[in-house]
């Protein structure tokens, strides 16, 4: 039985593990006695269990290991056909609802970018925002697993940046990476991966209880968290102070791959400190933040509250606090974020939560965006040639390790990131086709490239709804949440003839 169902396609087996989950919010709907939301998750969670069973049965004997190029096919099919599924029980919950207006919730969660058509709290029952958590959750350790067993071996999701280096460590790592059958390594990271993924989010489910939060408010806010979605249950007020740092401390797993696991590459000890990407995330959580804490400060000074010195402290965490947030494509703001607009007056730079948004997370987490280490090798390339304008004979140091990543890994950086920007340019364009002015569409194709959902009530002069577009809207920003979360490289590699021959 167990063989059988480790030779199981990839796509049917999310589809099992996507039925059993249905029982959950089946048995908290049912502790709340919010008996029809029980009825059609417990319904619809049986109904495709069995259909589960059934194919599995019928492909059990011919079942194969799969390859590595069907597990890539089976994670893009795993993001525009699961939605469809997971849509039902939310759908039938909620019998006014439309079937597109579900489809666009699930697929919104599943790519953990947290856009949602019911931001008030009585337009849904607790159980469906548990259950847009738990998606975001699953859609989260997904792309966990993906990433080190689906990705990497393909030289994409960013690791084709760190993929130039050729020393030995180097090579250890990729054989290391592409060991095994495709089925086998893929069950080899999930065994390494999940039990750390859910631990960390009991972890914080604990503390999030422990400093005030209920049950299913604080299951919702960590599994929020670690996988990055921006889930709430209900508006979005904020959360108490420690609240807000214990979450801060969680964010840091959406910086570096590091901090989870070992990439086999580098191997000396401190060297998280050393990693790139924690290095430049640190680096804009003290400069991105004190600018706008003095920006906030010299407003005060003309609405005379230079002197509250409590409302300066608060505003100087919310801005550390939404920095990460935003950097990490979480994408909420610290409620003494919001506060330190009344202290000064001024409104906050919307284009600088995008401009965060686009930087992104780390290789291999379950952040958005360009991802931190391809801007580092950017910024690595681009301070190298200006070094040279002015000593023409330098050397750039930095070992052979350094030189490949000003070269070759910032060549393929920068390819990513004229796809990215060529990727919101059509975006744009057909946003405005659909009846969306140029700073909504703008908004909007960032938030959905960069899997940041919150970004639309933040970014802009005003909120924007996504309960207010339209069809096509809709349509366009759920096909853009998918290619940002798998990227455009993936995407180019399934039409290159090469990845199809053998």
């Known amino acids: 039985m167990r063989r059988t169902l480790q030779r199981l396609p990839f796509l049917l ?13 089946a048995i908290h709907a049912y ?16 109904f495709f269990l069995i259909i589960f069973v059934l194919l599995a049965v019928a492909m059990g004997v011919r079942g194969r290991d799969g390859t590595i190029r069907g597990q890539l096919t089976g994670l893009v099919g795993a993001l525009l056909i699961l939605p469809l599924m997971l849509a039902v029980p939310f759908r039938e ?10 489809w666009f919730e699930m697929i919104s969660c599943l790519t953990t970018t947290g856009a949602t058509l019911y931001p008030g709290a009585d337009q849904l029952p607790p159980t469906l925002h548990l259950w847009r958590a738990m998606v975001g959750w699953m859609g989260g350790l997904l792309f966990w697993v993906s990433a080190l067993a689906i990705l990497a071996p393909l030289n994409l999701g960013g690791f084709e940046v760190i993929a130039t280096d050729v020393t030995a460590a180097g090579r250890t790592a990729l054989r290391e990476r592409r060991a095994g059958r495709p089925g086998e390594r893929l069950r080899r990271y999930a065994g390494r991966v999940a039990p750390i993924y859910a631990t960390l989010t ?7 209880v422990v400093t005030g939060l209920g049950a299913t408010e604080g299951a919702i806010m960590a599994m929020s968290t670690m996988s990055t ?17 214990l979450i801060f401390c969680f964010l840091f797993f959406a910086v570096s791959r590091l901090t989870f696991r070992n990439d086999f590459i580098t191997r000396e000890r401190g060297v998280l400190l050393r990693d790139p990407e924690m290095r430049l995330a640190i680096t804009l959580l ?12 010299a407003g005060s000074i003309e609405t005379e509250g230079q002197n509250d010195l409590p409302a300066a402290g608060a505003a100087l965490w919310g801005s550390v606090f939404t920095t990460m947030s935003f950097l990490t494509t979480m994408g909420l703001e610290s409620a003494a974020f919001e506060s330190s607009r009344f202290w000064s007056g001024l409104q906050t730079p919307g284009l600088l939560l995008v401009g965060l948004s686009l930087i992104g997370g780390g290789v291999a987490t379950t952040a958005g965006g360009v991802k931190l280490l391809r801007i580092y090798a950017l910024y690595k390339h ?3 040639e200006m070094g040279r304008l002015v000593y023409p004979s330098s050397v750039g140091g930095s070992g052979m390790r350094g030189r490949r990543l000003r070269r070759e890994g910032a060549f393929v950086a920068w390819i990513f990131f004229m796809l990215f920007a060529l990727t919101i340019a059509a975006t744009m364009a057909a946003l405005s086709l659909a009846g969306l002015d140029f700073s909504a569409a703008t908004i909007l194709a960032v938030a959905a490239l960069s899997n940041t959902g919150p970004l639309a009530a933040v970014g802009g002069e005003d909120p924007i709804l996504y309960s207010e577009l339209g069809t096509g809207a809709r349509l366009i920003l759920g096909a853009v949440m998918v290619i940002g979360r798998l990227e455009a490289l993936a995407i180019i590699a399934l039409f290159n003839s090469d990845f199809w021959r053998g």
Do not use: C, K
């Not at 087996?13 to 919010?25: D, H, N, R, T, Y």
């Not at 009991?202 to 999030?208: A, T």
């Open 13 to 25: 087996i999310l589809q099992g593990i996507g039925a059993a989950a249905m029982f959950v919010p």
């Open 31 to 46: 502790q709340l006695r919010y008996l029809h939301t029980a009825r059609s998750f417990f319904y619809s969670g049986l």
């Open 93 to 102: 919950a909620l019998v006014d609802a439309r079937i597109l207006n579900s």
């Open 202 to 208: 009991l972890v914080l489910w604990i503390g999030l």
């Open 229 to 245: 979605s921006g889930i709430t249950p209900g508006p979005w007020t904020g959360l108490p102070v420690l609240s807000e740092l």
């Open 286 to 297: 003290v400069l991105v933040p004190a600018f706008l804490f003095v920006r906030h400060f």
């Open 382 to 384: 681009g301070a190298r």
